[in-house]
């Protein structure tokens, strides 16, 4: 299972996520299309996350383990 996340501080974020090794972000030029990226990939199999984060310059995801904080 993958999380999927949008934030404006994406170095923050990854440590308060314990760091995943497969961290992977996106940047984004406009809350719009931050958010219909988020969206999508919510609708896909396999992904989890929470809409309405805290920012939207930056779309992240990571597998979810037991070292990662969700």
Not at 17 to 41: C, I, L, T, V, Y
Request: aromatic share 14%; glycine share 12%.
């Amino acid at each position: 299972m993958k999380y999927v996340g949008l934030t404006d501080d994406h170095e923050t974020r990854k440590q308060q996520h314990g760091n995943p090794s497969d961290w992977w972000q996106k940047s984004f030029s406009s809350e719009k299309e931050a958010r219909k990226w988020e969206s999508d990939m919510l609708n896909q199999q396999g992904y989890k996350g929470g809409t309405g984060g805290a920012g939207w310059k930056y779309g992240y995801t990571y597998t979810i383990s037991k070292s990662t904080n969700e």
